[in-house]
Nanobody
Framework: VQLQASGGGLVQAGGSLRLSCAAS????????LGWFRQAPGKERDFVGA????????LYADSVKGRFTISRDNAKNTVYLQMNSLNTEDTAVYYC???????????????WGQGTQVTVSS
């Protein structure tokens, strides 16, 4: 499955952004979707994941209560709504697809190209 992330940009602290990730395959609903991020000089970190049906979500502690993942299986798209952004959220954000639900990087076999999110103070 090919993934295409979009929606990144520059936003002031306290602002919001919504990322989208469109998938190429009609079997989109078979995949767990995840979001990860990587800041300069740091490892790629888990942000959140959503189950195949969308009825279960999982978040990193650092974004819990601020970020929301949702998916539209009819549109083959997963979203990441980011509110109350702060400078520590600055990173390249990647969407990923896999067959198992969880936060581990190695659960996801398909990755998008990433979209830059920059939060200014």
């Amino acid at each position: 499955v090919q993934l295409q992330a979009s929606g990144g940009g520059l936003v002031q602290a306290g602002g919001s952004l919504r990322l989208s990730c469109a998938a190429s395959r009609r079997t989109f609903s078979r995949y767990v979707l995840g979001w990860f991020r990587q800041a300069p000089g740091k490892e790629r970190d888990f942000v959140g994941a959503i189950s195949r049906s969308g009825d279960s979500t999982l978040y990193a502690d650092s974004v819990k209560g601020r970020f929301t993942i949702s998916r539209d299986n009819a549109k083959n798209t997963v979203y990441l709504q980011m509110n109350s952004l702060n400078t520590e959220d600055t990173a390249v954000y990647y969407c990923a697809a896999g067959l198992s639900y969880g936060a581990r990087y190695d659960l996801y076999g398909y990755w998008g190209q990433g979209t830059q999110v920059t939060v200014s103070s």
